[in-house]
């Protein structure tokens, strides 16, 4: 009786899923079959004719995708698909699968694409030219297709580019998702049979760690025996497997091992149903197999049918037909399928039912939306094919994902949208099914726009920290200082790089076309990266990095020469012969040994002289060649006397006493030098490669009748980067011997955390002396070993390519990964203990456990002293973050209350002024400065922290009553005559005269020379609603009228003078201008000196080529220049920095210079500081001395007390992210921490700059600095000891609360004797602030729109 129930109750459920399936198979019925019921219950449009190429499966197309397939590179991943895994001790490991080659694969999907399998009808198949009749794996065709892509998703509103695509990517796109589903299936677990892997649950809802036998009946609410086919295929099912009939998985699928079989032999085990309640195994012989688990009675039944016994017996195959199995029953032994152990077999299978279910799926969610797999392949490949997971980190959604996600579903739930398919279920796998088609993607190296893409995602690194290369790294050193480089900038450095990174191949139409790049038949370009990689721009920035560090070691920091220095001295003195080569080496024989005929010929004739030499005080003069018959012989450079004396010979290392044909010295970035080496720098970027008719970036340029071209031609800037970017890429990039492979080994560093020195160093010795492992055969050594055999300073170029990296930020930007976050290595299957976003990467070794790089800082052993990072620059560094990141902490208070300017309608935030905007300002003259003076932030171990602060104060202070009071960078018309604002107030104000504001005679040439025929007009006049200035020829205005702001009008019939008594504007270009509105002459003419036009002329640090004295405007608004011949970038300057840095410029030159009789400015804020911050009256004494402004001199002094009160007195509770990091414990910081004054050390400061020294280290902790009153005081001057319970300090996380006990803050605190209480008066003015009667005030009244 129990026995009938159960087959009673089988047949219901055969019944349901029957009637289920009936009802839904428009959704899985075959493509191929007659007209149906299913097909009539709804309409389906005509496949598009855009899909059709996808089966043209041309020769030439089958060709060419095999030629991607076997070149190197994607060879050698393919192979790593192919990867098993086993979990052991705690630990994924991976192996070769045995059961699953990448040359069984491929010779199966070849023949798949060629041949495919015959249907026995010709028009039943794929379709298309080369699917007619027969079931094809697409491949594609031979045209190249343009599609317009987002570059990057996470940014839809960015603007889109071309790419080109390959019609084999189409192929390669189907080939990826077939992979992605087959890894997970099968090569993961090298497993044939599906595994018995559905854990049951107990009634709450846990795992129990037990399998059920009858899963083998379906698992994960499928029922495998009732995967029946539709009526018009049902000629194709198998039939129901006899009861008693007996089958068993092979051995490989694991302990709980598949087997079907009557009860008498495998008992039911009723506590141990599936998830349809099944017990027994009997019939249950159809789960998965082959590497895509082909599953259900309809599936193997298909197999038969065109593959199997079935197919021979009905004339669909012959016993010759290629992929096919006539002699195999499928559906009386689908176990066979396992068990012939047949690689060609289980392919066979798998890659049929590919192009029969899955290629051929065509359905409808609601039956009006078609999802079509022909059309969405395509789609996916013309969108760029998963750019989301290319480009984030982030868990990707499903519409990131649609594609996979829907192949994953039809595969494994027989319709697109699971989790609505017939058998209701989440896909098995997904998450992983989603990785493994990003690995196979980067495997298969698509889409191949991608190399394009990484030099992207490469320079747009670079560019975004365009300002921190600038200030921190471009500098060179003097006796006197650090200052910025005159010679090496960022632009040059960047189009060199774009000039010599674009790939060969690349179709991106933003790449310029009458741009000219680096191109070479027996040279890659610049290595940007690996593109089939996230994160794979990481390899080319640490390339670039290495590349910038070495040359800053060579070149840049040593007093920014382009030449090689006369500095290798032979018994004391310096040879003026070492032109001829220094440290042993000879240049004129550094001859090519591969191909002679490549080095320049050494003309004795020639006679040449050094660009660029040391010029520090005393240095040997600049090296020199030429012939016997104008030098004779040369002596040497006495370093102590500072002479040269050529009374007599004297001799290099070498031997030489003359310098005839000595005229290849070390030239550019990275110290190119040789006659090989420039004879190759013709041969492939001068003269000689376009007379040859090659491709050359300076066709005019015979490097080698003048090597100096390098340094001294009307191309320098650009060849003293491109010359050693070929350098690098001509030996240092194809760098490959005694087992060293540079490539490789970047590799390896990037993916340690670039924390490796002993890598660093082998570069540099490469570069310096042409092998990895000194002494270098290769170095020139006329006698070897001689001393340029080996690396100079190569502890210094470890510093300097550290520093690179903080800089670049490359330590915090990439994570410390081997291999990369989606490196082509199988994802291991989840186990057990394992959910979503398990490991990706498994180890590469089989069976030996990996070990990731120590995160701990390197530690350099070397007897040779590393150079010490503190130096001046650090210190300043230093001081600057410690300032920085303690108004960060208060960056609410500050925005809210000192950016703000008026309005008509009340206070409101500036638009053009912020915290960020000044410290961004500030640190460029704060570490840099200009002149050998700084803005003084408290910098070095003897300056005040406190001081810094009251400076900053009283800058902000002042220019709240400047450019932030209107939230204008220009100065506006508000000095009144008669009730009236005459519009020659451009001329100047309150009796002042812009272009009288004379100079000092040791500045007088930095004026502004005044223009009388110049017109210029205000673009902006802030919250004022007064008139803009404007200026103009007398021609054009004769005289000037007034603006009437009662009545709202201007009046310009008669003239009208300003307090001045002028009633032109001729000449008065040169109004105030940025924070601090500062005007005239020689403000803006002092500026334009140290950043503009001229210093760039001059060869020193302009940050503008922009001629400011002509172009004033330039100062608050964005500045377009034409392109110049060479350089086709574009030509708009961003200026919005130079409104903070003329204030901050007139505030070092004007205001903490000033030392006029007896009152100096520096020493009057020692003195208001030391005092307690009680005595103001400075800031009175500061309006009217030094700025001789006192009719607004209240208010500065109000606005002073404000911002005294947010910087030291006021406890703000700081967001999270506001509140500084804590000490990093893992990397050699791009900054030293803060130096400490020892306990007891007398504060007390010249007026001047102290002299910086480098800085002690202090304990682990928060190394920011603290004033006085924070540290010491409350809001009343009380000691933090006394703080009310319930406040929170402004150092502790307002999340954690208010503490019940607080103490005394424990940081030290710089330069301050112990015990001083501060105090501070901050009291309001004894009565309101008010402007004077002739100055227009926004807060004083309103009238006709115009603020009063």
């Not at 392109?1123 to 003329?1142: G, H, M, Q, W």
């Amino acid at each position: 009786m129990t026995e009938n129930k159960r087959v009673t109750r089988q047949a219901s459920v055969k019944m349901i899923f029957t009637a289920v399936i009936l009802l839904a198979m428009p959704m899985v019925a075959s493509p191929h079959s007659s007209t149906t019921t299913e097909r009539s219950m709804q309409s389906t449009p005509p496949l598009p004719p855009s899909t059709e190429f996808l089966t043209s499966n041309s020769r030439a197309t089958i060709r060419a995708m095999e030629v991607h397939l076997f070149s190197p590179q994607v060879r050698n991943e393919m192979e790593r698909i192919f990867q098993s895994r086993l979990e052991y001790d705690g630990k994924m490991h991976t192996f070769p699968s045995y059961k699953y080659t990448f040359a069984g694969f491929w010779r199966n999907w070849k023949r798949m694409m060629k041949d495919g399998i015959p249907t026995g009808s010709s028009n039943m198949g794929s379709g298309g030219v080369g699917g007619e009749g027969k079931f094809v794996l697409f491949a594609g065709d031979e045209v190249e297709r343009f599609a317009n892509i987002t570059r990057d998703p996470r940014n839809p509103r960015q603007g889109k580019r071309e790419i080109q695509i390959s019609g084999y990517e189409y192929g390669l796109a189907n080939m990826a998702a077939f992979l992605s589903q087959v890894m997970v299936d099968s090569i993961y677990d090298d497993a044939c049979d599906e595994r018995n892997e559905q854990e049951m649950i107990d009634s709450e809802g846990r795992p129990t760690n037990v399998f059920s036998q009858s899963n083998a009946c379906g698992q994960y609410n499928s029922s495998y025996q009732d995967l029946v086919c539709p009526p018009s295929e049902k000629n194709m099912e198998c039939p129901p497997m006899p009861v008693e009939k007996t089958i068993q998985a092979s051995l490989d699928s694991g302990k709980n091992a598949f087997k079907c079989g009557p009860t008498s032999i495998y008992p039911a085990m009723r506590n141990n149903p599936n998830d349809l309640k099944r017990t027994d195994v009997e019939g249950c012989s159809w789960w998965g197999r082959g590497p895509l688990n082909t599953k259900g009675i309809c599936s193997m039944g298909k197999v038969n049918h065109y593959l199997g016994v079935k197919a021979l017996n009905e004339g669909r195959i012959t016993l010759s037909t290629p992929g096919v199995f006539p002699d195999t029953d499928f559906c009386s032994n689908p176990e066979s399928i396992c068990t012939i152990h047949d690689e060609d077999l289980v392919w066979s299978v798998a890659m049929f039912e590919w192009a029969e279910r899955i290629q051929q799926y065509r359905s409808s969610a609601d039956g009006s939306t078609v999802w079509d797999y022909k059309e969405k392949l395509v789609e996916f490949v013309n969108g760029g094919m998963n750019m989301v997971d290319y480009y984030t980190d982030e868990v990707h959604t499903d519409r990131d994902n649609s594609f996979i996600h829907a192949i994953s579903s039809i595969v494994d739930r027989g319709c697109h949208n699971a989790p609505h398919c017939f058998f209701y279920g989440e896909v098995n796998k997904l998450p992983q099914r989603r990785i493994a088609f990003t690995i196979a993607l980067s495997a298969l190296h698509i889409p191949t726009m991608r190399t394009e893409l990484v030099v992207e995602q490469a320079l747009d690194h670079l560019k975004s920290r365009k300002d921190r290369i600038e200030s921190n790294l471009m500098l060179y050193k003097r006796d006197q200082g650090i200052f910025p480089s005159q010679r090496y900038k960022f632009d040059d450095f960047f189009d060199a790089l774009y000039r010599f990174s674009r790939p060969y191949d690349a179709t991106n139409t933003s790449y310029l076309t009458n741009t000219t790049y680096f191109y070479s038949d027996d040279h890659v370009p610049l290595y940007m990266g690996d593109p089939y990689m996230k994160h794979g721009h990481k390899y080319g920035l640490s390339n670039i990095a290495l590349f910038f560090a070495i040359g800053l070691d060579l070149s840049i920091e040593k007093d920014d020469t382009c030449d090689e220095l006369n500095e290798y001295d032979v018994s004391g003195k310096l040879p003026i012969s070492n032109s001829c080569g220094q440290r042993g080496i000879s240049y004129q024989d550094m001859v090519c040994s591969d191909d002679p005929d490549m080095a320049c010929p050494v003309d004795t004739n020639m006679y040449i002289t050094a660009v660029t030499s040391n010029r520090a005080f005393g240095a040997a003069p600049p090296l020199q060649c030429g012939p016997k018959s104008r030098i004779p012989l040369t002596g040497y450079w006495d370093v102590e006397e500072m002479y040269e004396s050529n009374q007599a010979a004297y001799a290099n290392v070498n031997a030489r006493v003359e310098v005839e044909g000595c005229c290849w010295w070390s030239r550019g970035v990275l110290q190119t030098k040789g006659t090989c080496s420039f004879g190759r720098l013709n041969y492939y970027l001068g003269k000689r490669a376009a007379d040859e008719g090659r491709q050359s970036l300076f066709p005019t340029v015979d490097f080698c009748l003048n090597p100096e071209a390098v340094c001294g031609s009307q191309y320098k800037h650009e060849l003293i980067w491109m010359s050693g970017l070929f350098e690098w890429v001509d030996r240092v990039q194809s760098y490959d011997q005694g087992g060293f492979n540079f490539i490789e080994q970047l590799h390896v560093f990037a993916d340690g955390g670039m924390e490796n020195d002993e890598f660093i160093k082998r570069v540099n010795a490469i570069v310096q002396s042409g092998c990895h492992n000194p002494p270098c055969p290769s170095a020139g050594c006329l006698v070897f070993p001689c001393a340029g055999a080996y690396p100079v300073n190569e502890n210094s170029v470890v510093t300097k390519a550290f520093r690179t990296f903080s800089q670049l930020n490359l330590w915090n930007e990439f994570p410390v990964s081997p291999g990369g976050s989606n490196a082509p290595t199988p994802s291991p299957t989840q186990s057990p203990l394992c959910q979503e976003n398990c490991t990706e990467v498994p180890s590469s070794s089989p069976l030996t456990p990996t070990t990731l790089p120590s995160l701990a800082p390197v530690v350099i052993l070397s007897s040779v002293p590393s150079e010490s990072p503190t130096t001046l620059l650090d210190t300043r560094l230093t001081r600057f973050e410690d300032v920085s990141r303690y108004l960060k902490r208060r960056k609410q208070p500050i925005e809210s209350t000192i950016f703000v300017s008026e309005t008509n309608s009340g206070l409101a935030q500036s638009k053009l002024y912020s915290l960020d905007g000044f410290l961004n300002a500030l640190k460029d003259l704060a570490t840099g400065g200009v002149d050998d003076k700084m803005f003084y932030i408290g910098q070095g171990v003897a300056g005040s922290f406190d001081q810094g602060l009251v400076n900053i104060a009283l800058f902000l202070a002042h220019a709240m009553t400047r450019g932030i009071l209107w939230d204008t960078c220009e100065e506006v018309n508000h000095h009144l005559v008669d009730g009236k604002l005459p519009l020659s107030n451009a001329c100047g104000q309150h009796g002042r005269s812009n272009s009288d504001d004379m100079c000092p005679m040791a500045d007088a040439a930095k004026e502004c020379a005044v223009d009388l025929t110049m017109s210029v007009e205000q673009t902006s006049v802030g919250n004022s609603g007064s008139p803009p200035f404007f200026c103009a020829p007398k021609l054009t205005y004769p005289f000037t009228g007034y603006y009437d702001p009662l009545s709202d009008n201007t009046m310009s019939s008669t003239p009208f003078a300003n307090q001045a008594g002028r009633i032109d504007v001729s000449g008065c270009c040169f109004w105030g201008r940025g924070i601090l509105l500062n005007s005239g002459v020689c403000t803006i003419g002092r500026f334009n000196h140290l950043y503009g036009l001229p210093a760039i002329m001059d060869g020193r640090s302009g940050f503008y080529n922009i001629d400011f004295c002509s172009s004033p405007e330039a100062l608050c608004s964005s500045f377009t220049k034409p392109a110049t011949e060479f350089n086709k970038f574009p030509s708009t300057i961003d200026t919005s920095e130079a409104r903070y840095l003329v204030g901050m410029l007139y505030w070092i030159d004007s205001v903490q210079d000033y030392n006029w009789g007896y009152w100096n400015y520096m020493e009057n804020v020692k003195l208001f500081v030391d005092g307690g911050m009680k005595d103001d009256s400075f800031v009175d004494e500061f309006s009217d001395i030094v700025i001789d402004s006192t009719s607004d001199g209240a208010m500065r002094k109000a606005n002073f007390k404000k911002v005294l009160k947010i910087l030291f007195v006021d406890v703000f509770t700081s967001s999270p992210t506001n509140k500084p990091s804590s000490k990093p414990t893992r990397r050699r910081d791009d900054t030293v921490p803060s130096g400490m004054t020892p306990p007891g050390t007398d504060p007390s400061a010249p007026a001047t700059l102290p002299a910086e020294t480098p800085v002690e280290e202090p304990p682990d902790g928060d190394n920011t600095p603290s004033p006085a009153s924070p540290a010491q005081t409350g809001v009343d001057g009380a000691p933090l000891s006394t703080l009310q319970p319930g406040a929170v300090p402004v150092d502790q996380d307002p999340a954690a609360g208010p503490i019940s006990n607080p103490q005394p803050a424990s940081i030290p605190v710089p330069n301050r004797p112990p015990n001083r209480p501060v105090s501070i008066d901050l009291s309001a003015p004894n009565k309101p602030v008010i402007l004077p009667s002739n100055t227009i005030g926004i807060n004083l009244a309103h009238q006709n729109g115009l603020a009063w």
